[in-house]
């Protein structure tokens, strides 16, 4: 984009030597830009630019090199190291190599390189200009629309942030809680494994107590979200009428809570604070059902059964003890399509509230651990720490099983929390303008090969006509150069080549209104190059109106 | 490319990191090697029958008789002109023809009378014209002396290794036979192959299996065998193609010297195992006289070297206080064919390679461009990519005249098809190179995809031109595009027609600037014995076995008569191939094959080289960067500072190794790998002049020293420097992280230049030079002449019409000489019409002078002399130029005391023009 806005103010300053040039006809010797003309005066000996000697000027231009700097034969091919100064008129003037003077090629667009060579040159510069304002002009209004994207871009990369932020915070406050528990848990597995009978009892009993703990704790905690559930006005006190919002309490089932029957539920009194609250629970609590725990959707009808068979598939069982982000293979989340990832947000909401309540934290991020209509658990059962794959079904049976919920909530809380500050810890770009871009996925299919990107995770190729996807590297690094470090991305580690590097991807993003893989290509066999445009590199557009204006 | 069969192999297994040897035989794993080396020396069972003798003007026949199985054989002499002797030897009847190598040499060669000079029952002395040269024919046992007065040169069945596996019925061989031979009976030395033993049971005689397959051998055991003995020698070079050193080394206790073409799969260093040429020619060298054996034959063959001065001899000499002539013994033994021997007796080295070019031919004349740098990969991926490299190129300002294309471009390796999807419009792409005058090389192998849609191939099985197995079908091997057959280009149509598929209207998508690429010509069969095709496979009355070594030389004959052909006899072809024979020199360039990016590769590309220019094939070259694996940057400069002085330099890369454009590994890279180029360039004059040279002599243009100073005794194992022409001497760095390299000058009395610093050093020292990371070690030669274009273009076709500066280095006595040739650089009119500079610069009493060397040739050049640098000048007071019609003006000077180097400013006179400079 940089070399783009160059070439636009390169445009202006050419229409104005254009202008010059025609109306004055300046003498200098062939190959002298004017800024060096001078440098060249016929009535005085030529000092070479870099002042090593001085010559007869009879010796400028003369076919043979004096000057160590080639400044004495800016017209010829003699200096190895000199340069040729095409006019370029209605183009953009340029240097090009003396070596390219009279070499039987055009390369300048006035022809001027080739005076002597026999090789006859059109002059295509005015047609070259046309061309290029064409495309600056095209060039410039998709600058332009894509840089108003990247406003709101940024715009909502700002909230997003904010939000992820804010969650973060509450996550670490609530972490610390929830990492004793699970400390508390995992040393009730070590001692639960000790071989010995009798430690195996007592450690029994210690579990037992110490579930009645969680249970009770639970229970608290429960009742104390039921509370604040039931607390409408917030008033610190739950009353009569706050109360008979929940029509299921009826005692009598009558299908009506009365103002008396209510009142009796709060042990006669009209309202209770979180205290005496803690004395009426035990009444209500088998009836009472929760505002924020969902209605299980009839499509999600597996049974307990898959739940069983899944538990008891070792496969899918592993160690708690092993670093959490180890236990899932990359590979395997290879099984959302692009097409899926949008439901996929659509959903998260919904799948925040199930879990709410099974794990008492709106906080997952389903990137890392919920497999496409997977989720995964890490609960006690048996005595034994275990990791389950639930499909989206059986987590409202799970959500139930209320003794699980906490560990479960324990043993997920670490992935969010990893999810999320891994999410925020990425460089989305000066302005978060590249945010957008996480967790989504872009698809090219060429003659062979569809192709994805996965910006800020993976690159994979998959044959079109079946075969397996091969990695072309994870998210490596911005890599552009050091003034323009956001147009490159970089992509590593890929699956490794025989007898060469593991495969690698690079991504050059564009200026574009719409974020697409635009092409990819292998320029050495393990290392690909892909186009990538989107609105998110598009840079503020110079101010047009004033070049246009100019050209007239 | 040609990362051949097992590459594919392994690529599947995903292992191999270096040649699997188990894939190629040892001589142990030969059955007719394992015969012929289990014989003893010193029990020769032929004997000359004396009265047999016959004399006619060309030749001397006689019979010679095995004691033991009394096959009688034909002994043919003749004296060639040039002095050359040939030694054929054939059964006297054989139940059918042997196999005799065709196409090879040029012509008949001509011969001189030989006559008798004395006789009796002991044996025949024959005259080889003057200077005492005798040729003396001992009858019992047979033995052949060539002697010049009292020095014996060289002998022939000294030690008795004669062995004529005569052709024979196959005896009714029962299975119990079988069984019994196969089974049981040990290899032993009583079973001699020269028939000692007539024991018809033994394995190995009618069929052989190794590995998985089995050679039927329908015409049972028909190797021979001879040995020479040189006494004098202690240096032997050439019969390659070895990844090994410029000296061979004794072969005592190891594998002999294997000729075979193969495909080897990352071929190991230092050893002596077959690669993908064979020129069985052997060059000896003493200080006195250099000799050479040709020994004629295209089938399977092993090369045995021992000497008597090997560390243990020399041991036994000096404790013996013995003074035991020097002796090296040659011992050549091939698995089918006749004995057919060329002895090239020089003396000097220029003369062995004028009487080899005498026999098979000098090297073609390549296009000018063909000497400039090449770029090559496996693969340039479409079009757009090549339009990519050719604009890196202009983009850094890097010159380069070739982009290559390898297997990849081909619609599903259809050879003369692009891939309809990455090549759709080759003509344009053919176009744009143009427009950079720059040109491509495209691959063609020789193996043909089995498809009755793909026009070659139906062509090829309705014209039944196809290679057939033993059973008379065509053959079928696996190679690139699975399923392939093979042209028989043994066959004379069969080689027309494949030329005429260069034509531009059946090559589509073909332009004159498409040169054309003969890779795995050996030929590579990716499921076949070796790699290779079964032996038993038919060519028409002869077996593979026979001529297995010449296929690649007819690839590469018939895809340059091709080239030829396309333009009606007018524009040379440029061919690259990699099987080569004897001969191959004559139809473009070889390179060394699939390398690795090592610095024993990058070192052993010297010795490599070297061993072929010396017999005959000068224009080599090895894959720039090393074909497996990736080179770090500073193997990569130093390849390319090596290949720059190498005559074919091109660089090339594997599939699966990450790019490397020049341009690819930083600004300060790019700078040192640019030089390289640009100092490549600025030499094409002399190195166009060195194969003009080596086209008309014969003479190589990649030299070991000893070929220019042959009596320094110090030069004849060096083979980490080398010669260009006569006057550059160059030392490649090779080592990593060089600090220094000892080049050793040669020449008592004579004066090297540094190149880049006009430096002069004494001749006969070992000169340390301190090096950098941009230091190419190059000397010119006090003496010398050398002509340069300056002014680098993008492609050696840009600089046609460019000025000339010539480099006159003075010796001690102040003179120089040199020589420069010029034409239009791509049409044959040089030898049609006459059409080329050819002239003699010399520098003698301060005056240099441009003399024509081919009055009656013309051609003229609008190029100009712009500068002459005299080394090891002392500064005049007037430099006059003086024109052939006398018109005299003075020139301008400019002198550097402090290196004695004169620079005479613009002298201006065209180039083509009779002049003299005359310092005053």
Redesign the interface.
Same mark, same amino acid.
């Given at each position: 984009m940089q070399h783009n806005v160059n070439w636009l103010q390169a445009l202006l300053v050419l229409s104005l030597s254009v202008t010059l040039g025609w109306t004055v006809e300046v003498q200098r010797p062939r190959g002298v830009p004017l800024t060096k003309r001078q440098f060249y005066d016929e009535a005085k000996p030529f000092t070479c630019l870099d002042g090593s000697r001085t010559i007869p000027f009879d010796r400028v231009n $003369?076919?043979?090199c004096d000057c160590k700097d080639g400044s004495d034969e800016p017209g010829t091919?003699?200096c #190895?190291n000199g340069s040729f100064h095409c006019t370029n008129a209605g183009y953009r003037p340029t240097f090009i #190599?003396s070596? *390219?003077i009279n $070499?039987?090629?055009c390369d300048c667009c006035d022809g001027t390189d080739e005076y002597n060579s026999g090789a006859s040159c059109q002059n295509t510069c005015k047609e070259l200009g046309r061309k290029e304002r064409e495309a600056l002009q095209k060039l410039a209004e998709i600058t332009k629309e894509g840089f108003l994207l990247k406003q709101q871009l940024i715009e909502e990369a700002k909230k997003g942030q904010q939000e992820k932020q804010s969650r973060l915070s509450e996550l670490q406050d609530s972490r610390k809680g929830h990492e004793d528990k699970v400390e508390a848990l995992r040393t009730v597995k070590e001692t639960a494994e000790q071989p010995e009978k009798e430690a195996k009892e007592r450690h029994l009993k210690a579990w037992e107590e110490h579930k009645a703990a969680l249970r009770l704790e639970k229970e608290k905690a429960k009742m104390a979200e039921v509370f604040l559930e039931l607390d409408d006005n917030a008033d610190g006190f739950v009353d009569v009428s706050e109360l008979q919002t929940h029509q299921e309490l009826d005692p009598d089932g009558d299908g009506t809570l009365t103002d008396t029957e209510a009142q009796g539920l709060l042990g006669g009194a009209h309202k209770v604070d979180s205290t005496e609250f803690m004395n009426m629970w035990s009444n209500m609590k088998e009836k009472y059902v929760s505002e924020v725990c969902p209605p299980t959707p009839s499509s999600y009808d597996s049974s307990h059964d898959e739940q069983k068979d899944s538990t008891s598939d070792k496969d899918q069982e592993r160690d708690l003890d092993k670093d959490p982000d180890s236990v899932y293979p990359e590979d395997d989340l290879d099984e959302d399509a692009a097409g899926e990832d949008d439901e996929d947000d659509d959903d998260d909401d919904d799948h925040q509230v199930s879990l709410l309540f099974c794990i008492a934290t709106p906080f997952i991020q389903p990137h890392h651990i919920f497999l496409s209509q997977q989720y995964i658990c890490v609960c006690v059962y048996q005595r034994q720490y275990k990791i389950f794959m639930y499909t989206l079904s059986t987590v409202s049976s799970v959500c139930e099983r209320e003794r699980w919920c906490l560990l479960c909530n324990a043993a997920l809380l670490p992935f969010s929390f990893r999810a999320l500050e891994k999410e925020i810890s990425f460089d989305f770009g000066p302005s978060s303008e590249f945010a957008y871009l996480y967790s989504q996925c872009y698809e090219l299919t060429t003659?062979e090969y569809i192709y994805r990107l996965c910006p800020f995770n993976r690159v994979s190729q998959k044959p079109k006509y079946g075969g397996s996807e091969t990695s072309l590297g994870s998210w490596g690094s911005w890599s552009g150069p050091e003034d323009n470090k956001y147009s490159v991305m970089k992509y590593e580690h890929g699956m490794g080549?025989?007898?060469? #590097?593991n495969r690698s991807t690079t991504v050059k993003l564009t200026c574009g209104k719409e974020t697409a893989v635009v092409s990819t &290509? =292998?320029? &050495? *066999?393990? =290392?690909y190059l892909m186009e990538f445009t989107t609105p998110a590199v598009c840079l503020e557009p110079p101010n047009i109106d004033t070049q246009v204006h100019d050209e007239f | 490319m040609g990362a051949l069969s097992l590459g594919w192999f392994a690529l599947c297994l995903g292992v191999a990191v270096a040649v699997d040897r188990g894939n190629f035989k040892t001589c142990e794993q030969s059955a007719f090697c394992k015969r012929q080396r289990a014989m003893k020396a010193g029990q020769s069972p032929y004997r000359a029958l004396l009265d047999t003798l016959e004399l006619s003007d060309s030749r001397v026949t006689l019979q010679l008789i095995n004691d033991n199985n009394k096959v009688h054989l034909l002994l043919e002499l003749y004296r060639l002109q040039g002095n050359m002797t040939r030694v054929k030897i054939n059964e006297l009847k054989p139940l059918k023809p042997r196999f005799e190598v065709p196409d090879v040499l040029i012509a008949d060669p001509p011969t001189e009378p030989l006559s008798v000079v004395s006789r009796d029952e002991n044996g025949v002395v024959l005259s080889l014209g003057d200077e005492a040269r005798r040729l003396i024919v001992s009858a019992q046992p047979f033995r052949l002396d060539i002697v010049e007065g009292p020095q014996v040169l060289l002998s022939l069945n000294s030690r008795g290794l004669l062995a004529f596996e005569h052709l024979r019925p196959r005896k009714d061989t029962s299975t119990f036979g079988k069984l019994f031979s196969l089974n049981s009976l040990p290899m032993s030395a009583h079973q001699a192959p020269d028939g000692g033993s007539e024991d018809d049971n033994q394995p190995g005689l009618w069929e052989e299996t190794f590995k998985s397959h089995t050679d039927s051998k329908p015409n049972g055991p028909t190797s021979i065998s001879l040995d020479f003995s040189l006494p004098g020698v202690e240096h032997v070079y050439g019969i390659p193609e070895h990844a090994d050193n410029l000296k061979l080394k004794s072969t005592d206790g190891g594998d002999p010297y294997r000729l075979y073409n193969l495909d080897v799969f990352q071929y190991e260093l230092y050893n002596p195992m077959a690669l993908y040429g064979a020129v069985p020619v052997l060059l000896s060298h003493n200080a006195q006289r250099t000799m050479g054996i040709f020994w004629f034959n295209a089938a399977e063959t092993w090369v045995d070297i021992s000497s008597n001065t090997t560390v243990f001899g020399k041991m036994l000499d000096y404790v013996q206080g013995a003074s035991e002539t020097p002796q090296t013994d040659i011992r050549w033994i091939s698995e089918s064919g006749i004995i057919d021997v060329f002895i090239m007796l020089g003396p000097k080295p220029a003369d062995v390679f004028t009487q080899y070019a005498s026999l098979t031919g000098t090297q073609s004349f390549p296009p000018l461009s063909a000497l400039a740098y090449h770029q090559c990969r496996w693969n340039y991926n479409d079009q757009e990519d090549v339009r990519a490299v050719n604009q890196g190129f202009d983009e850094h300002d890097i010159p380069c005249d070739f982009i290559w294309l390898d297997i990849e471009h081909t619609d599903g390796k259809r050879y003369f098809t692009w891939d309809p999807s990455k090549f759709p419009k080759p003509l344009e792409m053919l176009q744009d190179l143009t427009d950079k005058r720059r040109k491509m090389v495209a691959i063609v192998d020789p193996h043909i995809k089995v498809d009755s849609g793909y026009k070659i191939h139906s062509e090829l099985r309705s014209k039944n031109l196809y290679v057939k197995n033993k059973d008379g079908a065509d053959y079928e091997g696996w190679c690139w595009p699975g399923n392939a057959g093979y042209p028989d280009f043994i066959r004379p149509d069969t080689r027309a027609w494949w030329a005429s598929m260069f034509a531009y209207d059946q090559y589509e998508g073909s332009t004159e600037n498409l040169y054309t690429w003969n890779d795995m010509n050996e030929p590579s069969v990716f499921n076949g014995p070796e790699v290779t095709m079964h032996k038993d496979a038919v060519h028409g009355a002869w077996e593979h076995r026979d001529l297995h070594n010449l296929y690649g030389f007819y690839v590469q004959m018939a895809t340059a008569e091709g080239l030829i052909q396309r333009s009606e006899g007018k524009e040379r072809p440029f061919v690259l191939t990699r099987a080569f024979f004897a001969g191959s020199q004559r139809y473009g360039a070889v390179w060394t094959g699939d390398n690795a990016a090592e610095w024993d590769h990058l070192k052993i590309s010297i010795p490599m080289c070297l061993n072929l220019n010396l017999v005959g094939i000068s224009f080599c070259g090895a894959d720039v960067g090393g074909f497996f694996k990736s080179p770090s940057t500073e193997l990569l400069v130093r390849w390319y500072q090596a290949g720059a002085y190498q005559p074919f330099f091109r660089a090339h890369a594997h599939m699966d190794t990450p790019r490397r454009e020049p341009w690819l590994f930083g600004p300060e890279n790019t700078a040192l790998i640019r030089e390289a180029i640009l100092q490549r360039y600025a030499l094409l004059p002399y190195w166009y002049q060195l194969f003009y040279h080596a086209y008309l002599t014969g003479q190589p243009i990649m030299r070991p020293l000893w070929v220019e100073y042959p009596g320094d005794a110090s030069t004849f194992a060096m083979d980490d420097q080398y010669l260009l022409g006569r006057d550059l001497l160059v030392h490649p760095v090779t080592e990593e992280g060089a600090r220094g390299i000892t080049a050793y000058l040669p020449g008592q009395g004579e004066v090297w230049y540094d190149v880049h610093t006009f430096q002069k050093h004494n001749g006969a020292q070992n000169l340390y030079i301190p090096v950098t990371i941009s230091s190419i070690p190059v000397f010119q030669h006090g003496g010398s002449i050398i002509p340069k274009k300056l002014r680098i273009r993008r492609s050696s076709s840009c600089m046609e019409n460019d000025p000339y500066t010539f480099i006159v280095a003075l010796s001690p006595q102040r003179t120089a000489e040199g020589e420069l040739y010029i034409d239009d650089g791509h049409t044959f009119s040089y030898r049609t019409e006459k059409k080329f500079i050819h002239r003699r610069l010399t520098f003698a009493n301060n005056t240099l002078t441009s003399r024509n060397l081919a009055l009656d040739s013309q051609f003229s050049t609008p190029s100009w002399i712009e500068r002459v640098v005299i080394l090891g000048a002392q500064k005049p007071n007037k430099v006059t130029l003086r024109m052939a019609d006398g018109a005299e003006s003075s020139l301008d000077f400019e002198f550097d005391t402090a290196m004695s180097v004169l620079t005479l400013r613009k002298p201006g006179m065209n180039v083509g023009a009779d002049w003299s400079i005359l310092l005053q």
């Open positions: $003369d076919d043979y091919a003699a #190895p #190599p070596s *390219r $070499d039987g090629i003659n080549c025989w007898q060469g #590097p &290509s =292998e320029p &050495s *066999r393990c =290392e | -």
